[in-house]
């Protein structure tokens, strides 16, 4: 706003129509509602002060500054007056021809000693901690049904950050994201710390798609576009991906046989496992995901070894007695066991 102070009083000295408050009254330089906002807070006594530069238009409205703000008017909001850190924050966004638009109204006390205004295109918000932010589109749609700053968001404390795909807004109790593809949703508490650990948007997760949702066990659930995060007050939060979640997805989810995930996906050889409270899936690519089933078959004990100084009368006795065929060099083996005389007696099971 010192720039446009700075218009004003320059146009002033060229002999312009805008005058100072040492030049003219504020009867004699503002138009009714501006001159009505303006004595609503008190006139020069009040929080504005004394005028600093006349009304002026803009494209849609007029504005007239005073030594702690301004008034800003057009037929759509009316006039409203902007100060302080408001004043700082419209002011970077593009004045009333930024995406805020107009005040449509003054500022309001709200919770933990903050205040807010609503402008046109939003609303900025402002708490001692977290400063002037402000919030808008559909994060203020989303903001609005979790009970704007009295809710577990709290304040904004940041302004909108482009990311690949999508935009994301930090709030003291947790990070708004929105993509085309999935909407505003928020991101907090467990899931917040979780998701970062898988790589935020850019991991397997992607974008979340839906808030956090109530289940079984007192566990709550949240779904993103490549995944689902689980927590429970027992397990705590794990997300599930592509093949794991599918084989996850066939038992039930979190209310069948697997229960609530109690690890991460980690590596294991030859594949890839997460643990639940009900046992495990483990996946490779030959073999796919499978539930409660090792990637790599156990391997067969070997054979135990005929006993030393074995004699067997037949084949029979062989196949009775170590359970397989007999091989020359063994305990045990002859002639009359080996038929056709390859090494190898007994090889077919005679019982």
């Known amino acids: 706003m010192r720039g446009r102070a700075v ?18 009254s504020a009867a004699d330089c503002l138009q009714r509602p501006v001159q009505a906002r303006y004595d609503q807070l008190g006139g020069a006594t009040g929080r504005l002060g004394a005028v600093t530069a006349c009304e002026q238009p803009t494209r ?17 909001t009316g006039a409203w007056d902007v ?16 995406f805020l638009g107009y005040p449509v109204s003054g500022e309001d006390p709200s919770a933990a000693g903050g205040v807010y205004q609503n402008y046109q295109g939003g609303t900025l918000y402002w708490s001692p901690p977290t400063g002037a932010h402000s919030v808008s589109g559909a994060f203020h749609g989303r903001y609005g049904s979790l009970g704007y700053e009295r809710g577990f968001l709290g304040y904004p404390t940041s302004q909108e950050v482009p990311l690949r795909g999508g935009v994301l ?13 999935t909407g505003a949703h928020t991101v907090s508490g467990a899931f917040l710390d979780l998701y970062g650990r898988l790589g935020w948007e850019g991991g397997c997760l992607g974008y979340p798609a839906t808030q956090e949702q109530p289940s079984t066990a007192s566990g709550v659930y949240q779904r993103f576009q490549g995944g689902t995060a689980y927590w429970s007050p ?16 066939s038992t039930g989810w979190e209310r069948g046989s697997l229960g609530y995930p109690t690890s991460d996906e980690h590596a294991i050889p030859g594949g890839r496992r997460v643990d639940f409270q009900g046992g495990y899936v483990e996946w490779s690519a030959a073999t796919g995901a499978r539930v409660n089933q090792p ?11 005929p006993p030393s100084g074995a004699y067997y009368a037949n084949c029979t006795d062989v196949w009775n007695t170590i359970g397989r065929p007999i091989r020359r060099g063994e305990p045990g083996y002859r002639t ?16």
Do not use: M
């Open 7 to 24: 218009v004003a009083v320059l146009a002033l000295l060229a002999g312009g129509s805008v005058a100072t408050a040492g030049a003219a």
């Open 60 to 76: 849609t409205g007029s504005f007239a500054t005073f030594q702690r703000g301004a008034v800003y008017a057009s037929p759509a």
């Open 83 to 98: 100060s302080g850190s408001f004043q700082d924050l419209w002011s970077r966004t593009g004045w009333e021809n930024g």
């Open 169 to 181: 807004q930090r709030f003291q109790g947790g990070t708004a994201y929105w993509s085309p593809a």
């Open 234 to 249: 027992t397990t705590g939060a794990h997300a599930l991906c592509g093949a794991f979640l599918d084989a996850y997805g």
């Open 295 to 305: 990637i790599a078959a156990t391997p067969a004990p070997p054979p135990p070894p």
């Open 336 to 351: 009359a066991l080996d038929r056709d005389d390859d090494g190898v007696g007994c090889e077919s099971d005679p019982r």
